[in-house]
């Protein structure tokens, strides 16, 4: 049985390394997971006063709507000055609102990311994953993923054509798939 899995690309990028990570990570993962790319760009900015009568902005719902209703979540970000940019930290706050609402909580959860540095986002993911235990997703904690983006591994369609980056990206969605049935 294929379980769904909400997708936050932490960068606004159509290009980003991290949309085509996830992308990537979306074809290795058919049949197991189906990932729903879930928009992030179109936020407003978190504002306590934008809230009326306990809904938020349209692009709000929307997205509270999208991650409610996948059995998971993915978070793909790249890392900004060694943290979370600040797109994606929009989505988290935006989602845990109103108080006793957050979409978050209990829901199996994990974050990757690419880099062209050597450490990949292993700065940005250690905030990350703090933010997400704190929102009360249950996030899986190994294997970790931390991966040097090296285009030459991928084919113009963003498909992975190298067999070691393939087998890793596999490894990885076959644990979160195990990760999301265990507490699925």
């Known amino acids: 049985m294929s379980r769904s899995v909400a997708v936050l690309v932490g960068s ?7 949309r085509i990570t996830a992308k990537a ?3 290795v993962a058919e049949g197991s997971l189906t990932f729903d790319f879930v928009e992030i760009g179109d936020l407003p900015l978190y504002n306590e006063d934008l809230w009326q009568d306990g809904a938020g902005p349209a692009p709000v719902e929307r997205m509270k709507a999208q991650v409610a209703a996948a059995d998971a979540v993915l978070l793909v970000s790249p890392e900004y000055n060694r943290a979370v940019p ?3 930290c929009n989505a988290l706050d935006w989602g845990s609102r109103p108080p006793g609402k957050s979409v978050w909580s209990h829901k199996p959860a994990a974050c990757v990311g690419a880099s062209q540095g ?10 990350l994953k703090a933010r997400m235990v704190t ?13 040097r983006f090296e285009p030459e591994k991928y084919a113009p369609d963003g498909s992975v054509q190298d067999e070691s980056l393939r087998k890793f990206l596999t490894g990885y969605m076959d644990a979160f798939a195990r990760h999301i049935e265990r507490l699925g």
Do not use: C, K, W
């Not at 606004?12 to 991290?18: C, D, P």
């Not at 929102?135 to 991966?147: S, T, W």
């Open 86 to 88: 600040g797109v994606l």
């Open 25 to 27: 990570l979306a074809r």
């Open 12 to 18: 606004l990028r159509a290009q980003s390394i991290n």
């Open 118 to 127: 050597a450490i990949g986002t292993a700065a940005g993911q250690v905030h």
């Open 135 to 147: 929102l009360g997703m249950i996030a899986m904690g190994h294997p970790e993923f931390y991966l």
